[in-house]
């Protein structure tokens, strides 16, 4: 095969921070080449060095055999490099179709035109949308896929694509890959980022492995131990440690005939008849395609929107919460599917994000006790092994894995009965995920409740006691642990699209 990319000796540095030291890597025509490693093993900045994103670096760059400066996006794309980014780089305001065209209007633009190239990309990638919707309308695997369309757009002769199903459901994800051997076929190259492992055997021909900023080492075979020990440096334990057992105390919440109208402005799912319970110790998952009401479920729980019908009751008493604070009063935690847009000041350091929800634990004679304050999110962030520097290291400059951390520092420290979690191990490495994994085991033991909803189907079969799934808004399906398989959930999961067809 052709080479059509090589990245040779590759260096960067930020300040205290050597992210990559002397990294090669080379990717064939028609090539799909894994890159793994964990969160800070230098993937992404790798990557953002061949998208142009990162003008000052070391080393050399060839396309195609030739040397390529590549010191902006647009000498990227004027090279044929494409990246779809793990944090979306989309702007809400704008139209779908104004979005995937950003950056290469003509002096006159054809509307239509546009239009009707957008419309035929979402199409591709079995998208129904509008190019005229507003993204900020999107839910987060939506805007997943029209990044991809965006890429797509280009005349790519490599692709980078940065953990492009951690938002999507099996069903979209499918698509994706279909996309993905057309365009190879056609002879694009792929560079494709993942954590997820058991995507590599369908998906990849080669992996190459990043650790603490340099080359570990490439395999075309997929073992996943083997990879796993290349990427963190060791052998990794049990990845879902939940024991069987019934661990489960009284019953913490009831949700009865709970009904949530849909919004049409922010693409919001309606909840039609909601039963469900979560008893102390339990782990109840929540699974269900793109769209099927998943987050609309936790956030109506967590007060974000308000209930038409229905009854909810916490601790065996009436739980109406009207705002997130009052649930946060009354022991609820939510840990939201977008960790950026959702739940962090990314501006902002560890200690602030960490204490923002608790605050009111340290206050003194109307002040903050920063001593008070340092010592709890210091225990915390210890018990959760986050990587930082420091307390005050700005958390928007921490992997995506130590992000999540510091999310749940930051609910842990209100001292939550009841935990929801929305894609908890979205974007984050195999190391970081097993401790999440052992993390909610740990909650259960303590008597906890945990909500969970996930588009990871092995993930919601290991960790939960019960899954329910969802479809268009109702509860199709309730599976105890033991009893659910992958393809009775994917059934549950398209039941009432069956029935409309």
């Given at each position: 095969?052709?080479?059509?990319?090589?990245?040779?000796?590759?260096?960067?540095?930020?300040?205290?921070?050597?992210?990559?030291?002397?990294?090669?890597?080379?990717?064939?025509?028609?090539?799909?080449?894994?890159?793994?490693?964990?969160?800070?093993?230098?993937?992404?900045?790798?990557?953002?060095?061949?998208?142009?994103?990162?003008?000052?670096?070391?080393?050399?760059?060839?396309?195609?055999?030739?040397?390529?400066?590549?010191?902006?996006?647009?000498?990227?794309?004027?090279?044929?490099?494409?990246?779809?980014?793990?944090?979306?780089?989309?702007?809400?305001?704008?139209?779908?179709?104004?979005?995937?065209?950003?950056?290469?209007?003509?002096?006159?633009?054809?509307?239509?035109?546009?239009?009707?190239?957008?419309?035929?990309?979402?199409?591709?990638?079995?998208?129904?949308?509008?190019?005229?919707?507003?993204?900020?309308?999107?839910?987060?695997?939506?805007?997943?896929?029209?990044?991809?369309?965006?890429?797509?757009?280009?005349?790519?002769?490599?692709?980078?694509?940065?953990?492009?199903?951690?938002?999507?459901?099996d069903a979209e994800v499918r698509r994706l890959y279909?996309?993905?051997?057309?365009?190879t076929g056609r002879g694009v190259a792929v560079i494709?980022?993942?954590?997820?492992?058991?995507?590599?055997?369908?998906?990849?021909?080669?992996?190459?492995?990043?650790?603490?900023?340099?080359?570990?080492?490439?395999?075309?075979?997929?073992?996943?131990?083997?990879?796993?020990?290349?990427?963190?440096?060791?052998?990794l334990g049990e990845m879902f440690p939940r024991a069987?057992?019934?661990?489960?105390?009284?019953?913490?919440?009831?949700?009865?005939?709970?009904?949530?109208?849909?919004?049409?402005?922010?693409?919001?799912?309606?909840?039609?008849?909601?039963?469900?319970?979560?008893?102390?110790?339990?782990?109840?998952?929540?699974?269900?395609?793109?769209?099927?009401?998943?987050?609309?479920?936790?956030?109506?729980?967590?007060?974000?929107?308000?209930?038409?019908?229905?009854?909810?009751?916490?601790?065996?008493?009436?739980?109406?919460?009207?705002?997130?604070?009052?649930?946060?009063?009354?022991?609820?935690?939510?840990?939201?599917?977008?960790?950026?847009?959702?739940?962090?000041?990314?501006?902002?350091?560890?200690?602030?994000?960490?204490?923002?929800?608790?605050?009111?634990?340290?206050?003194?004679?109307?002040?903050?006790?920063?001593?008070?304050?340092?010592?709890?999110?210091?225990?915390?962030?210890?018990?959760?092994?986050?990587?930082?520097?420091?307390?005050?290291?700005?958390?928007?400059?921490?992997?995506?894995?130590?992000?999540?951390?510091?999310?749940?520092?930051?609910?842990?420290?209100?001292?939550?009965?009841?935990?929801?979690?929305?894609?908890?191990?979205?974007?984050?490495?195999?190391?970081?995920?097993?401790?999440?994994?052992?993390?909610?085991?740990?909650?259960?033991?303590?008597?906890?409740?945990?909500?969970?909803?996930?588009?990871?189907?092995?993930?919601?079969?290991?960790?939960?006691?019960?899954?329910?799934?969802?479809?268009?808004?109702?509860?199709?399906?309730?599976?105890?642990?033991?009893?659910?398989?992958?393809?009775?959930?994917?059934?549950?999961?398209?039941?009432?699209?069956?029935?409309?067809?």
């Open positions: 095969m052709t080479t059509v990319l090589a990245m040779r000796a590759i260096g960067k540095s930020f300040p205290g921070v050597r992210a990559l030291d002397g990294v090669s890597i080379t990717v064939a025509e028609g090539e799909v080449v894994a890159l793994l490693g964990e969160n800070g093993a230098g993937k992404s900045t790798l990557m953002n060095i061949l998208a142009g994103v990162f003008k000052d670096y070391e080393g050399e760059i060839e396309i195609g055999g030739e040397v390529a400066h590549i010191h902006s996006p647009k000498d990227a794309r004027r090279h044929g490099i494409a990246m779809i980014h793990q944090e979306l780089n989309l702007v809400p305001e704008l139209s779908v179709a104004d979005n995937i065209f950003l950056g290469r209007e003509r002096a006159i633009l054809d509307r239509g035109a546009t239009e009707a190239r957008t419309a035929e990309l979402l199409r591709g990638l079995g998208l129904d949308l509008s190019p005229g919707t507003l993204v900020k309308q999107c839910k987060i695997a939506e805007r997943q896929l029209i990044e991809v369309a965006k890429a797509l757009s280009q005349n790519v002769r490599v692709l980078v694509m940065d953990e492009p199903t951690s938002a999507l459901a279909e996309v993905i051997r057309d365009l494709y980022i993942s954590h997820r492992l058991e995507e590599l055997q369908e998906i990849a021909d080669r992996v190459v492995v990043l650790r603490d900023g340099q080359y570990i080492g490439e395999r075309t075979g997929i073992n996943r131990d083997e990879l796993i020990q290349m990427m963190v440096g060791r052998p069987d057992g019934d661990t489960e105390g009284e019953e913490l919440l009831r949700v009865e005939g709970l009904c949530v109208p849909g919004d049409r402005d922010t693409g919001r799912t309606a909840l039609r008849d909601i039963s469900l319970t979560v008893r102390s110790g339990e782990i109840v998952g929540v699974a269900g395609l793109m769209g099927a009401g998943r987050s609309e479920l936790l956030e109506s729980i967590f007060g974000a929107h308000r209930p038409s019908a229905g009854a909810i009751s916490l601790h065996g008493a009436p739980y109406r919460p009207r705002s997130p604070k009052q649930a946060i009063d009354r022991g609820v935690a939510l840990v939201a599917e977008d960790r950026k847009a959702q739940s962090l000041v990314l501006g902002n350091s560890v200690a602030f994000n960490a204490s923002l929800s608790s605050l009111g634990r340290y206050l003194r004679f109307w002040t903050v006790d920063r001593r008070r304050e340092g010592t709890a999110v210091e225990q915390q962030v210890r018990a959760l092994r986050v990587k930082t520097p420091g307390l005050r290291f700005t958390v928007g400059n921490l992997s995506g894995g130590n992000q999540q951390k510091v999310v749940l520092a930051k609910w842990l420290l209100t001292a939550p009965s009841l935990i929801l979690m929305d894609e908890p191990t979205r974007g984050i490495d195999v190391g970081a995920k097993a401790e999440i994994h052992a993390l909610m085991s740990s909650l259960a033991a303590e008597g906890k409740g945990v909500l969970v909803a996930s588009s990871e189907l092995p993930e919601l079969l290991a960790m939960c006691d019960r899954i329910l799934v969802l479809c268009e808004g109702r509860i199709t399906a309730e599976f105890p642990r033991g009893q659910a398989t992958q393809e009775a959930i994917l059934e549950a999961a398209m039941a009432r699209q069956q029935e409309t067809m």
